[in-house]
Each structure stands twice: as C-alpha cells, then as structure tokens.
C-alpha cells in the first residue's frame, strides 16, 4: 500500500519566522513526484512547489523549499520568512505512474497557523 | 480565469435526494480527476479520465456514484439515492500529459455536499 504520513496535525510561527512542516511517504516504485498543495480556509487548493523523485537538487520555489531524503522516504518544506497568508492546510500528496495510475494519495495534512 | 471551475460551489439536499456535480477542466488538460475530502483530512480518489475514457474508479466509489465525461471536455459526478456520509466537499482536478512526465493536478474550488 501507498501511504503518506503527515506526524504533525498542528503548527503555529511567528510571523517572518521559519518553519518546517513533515512528511514521510512509502511506496515500492522508483518513479514518482512529490507535491506540497495549500488549502487556505473556505478557499481551493493550490500547489505549492513539487519534486521529482529522480533528481537529487531539492526544489525550491521562492520563500518554500523542500528536504528530499529519497532513501528515509521523507519529504518536509520549509516556509522562509513566514506571512499572514501562509496560513492554511498543508497537504504532502505523491504520484506514481507504474501502479496506481495518476491517483494523487493524499497525507492527513498540518494546519498552519502564522500569528503576527 | 481559466482555471479548473466548479458548479454548483455548495449544495443542500435531502437523504435519498439525486444530486449532480459539474466540473469543467482547464481548456487544454486531457485527464480529468475526482476527489472526495472529508472535514480534516485529505483528498481521496474517486476516479479519473483521459479524454472521454474513464480509466480508473477506487473502491471508494459505489454504485451509487457514477461519473462522466461525454466529450473529453467537462464531466459530471452523479450521486443517486443520498447518504448522510456522502457529506463532504467533491474537487475536481486536471493535468495535461507532458514530455516531461510528471502530471501535476490543478484543483476546482469543490463543490461542498450537504446531506440532511
């Protein structure tokens, strides 16, 4: 089975603070993309930065970066520089395209609360 | 806007009630998803098309549920004979096949189901 794990349900940083947010995967296939999504409250989803399981360079995409560890199977962003609309529900999402087709699996997500 | 849309964006019924959802995805994505997420946790799948071909149904998708996508363009998700623990918000998600391979899903704001 294909599982995601998100250990921390809540989280909360100051404002222009850091914060990192954890996720641990399992899966069997070597082909996979690692997805970080954004749900801020009553709004839709939004991506936030992804990775391909096949490139050692983390990704990074402005103030959001990632720790890939394709061998502990663990992939946690970094928020730099934490704002007011940073806060939401973060989910950790992975893709193969060997078994599972192009079904996103979803962690449980963490809720981020960013206070001034 | 030509981002992935949704309608209606909520809808009250009553148990036993028939309801249909629309989605319509970005102009040019070929596969077209669809999630139920419940209040705190993440997207589940529920099934996904390429074009008009509907490739993939999880085990989460009952008789009850049907899902179509006549042209390859929009697609409905039908819910016959409401539960109460059908409640939940339904997104809508489409990706566009690439060279590069990785299928990112860009996500509808949902459609929230309410279910008296």
């Known amino acids: 089975a294909q599982t995601v794990t998100q250990s921390q349900p809540e989280m909360s940083v100051q404002e222009a603070e850091t914060v990192t947010l954890s996720c641990t995967y399992d899966t069997s296939e070597s082909n996979y993309y690692l997805f970080w999504y954004k749900q801020p409250p009553s709004r839709q989803m939004i991506l936030v930065i992804r990775?391909?399981?096949?490139?050692?360079q983390n990704a990074t995409e402005n103030r959001f970066s990632v720790n890939f560890q394709k061998a502990a199977k663990s992939f946690s962003l970094k928020i730099s520089d934490s704002q007011l609309g940073d806060t939401a529900m973060y989910f950790c999402a992975f893709i193969t395209k060997e078994t599972s087709g192009s079904r996103l699996t979803f962690g449980e997500g963490t809720q981020l609360t960013v206070n001034p | 806007d030509t981002g992935v849309s949704q309608d209606p964006r909520h809808k009250i019924t009553k148990r036993g009630q028939n309801v249909t959802f629309r989605c319509d995805p970005i102009s040019e994505h070929n596969r077209l998803y669809w999630y139920r997420q419940t209040l705190g946790q993440g997207p589940e799948f529920l099934t996904y098309f390429q074009n008009e071909a509907q490739l993939e149904k999880s085990r989460l998708l009952s008789d009850r549920f049907s899902a179509e996508r006549p042209k390859g363009s929009f697609s409905t998700l039908e819910i016959q004979r409401t539960e109460q623990g059908d409640s939940a918000m339904y997104l809508c998600?489409?990706?566009?096949?690439?060279?590069?391979?990785?299928?990112?899903?860009?996500f509808g704001p949902g459609t929230r189901l309410t279910v008296l």
């Open positions: 990775q391909e399981a096949y490139k050692q």
């Open positions: 998600a489409s990706s566009q096949d690439g060279l590069a391979g990785v299928l990112t899903q860009y």
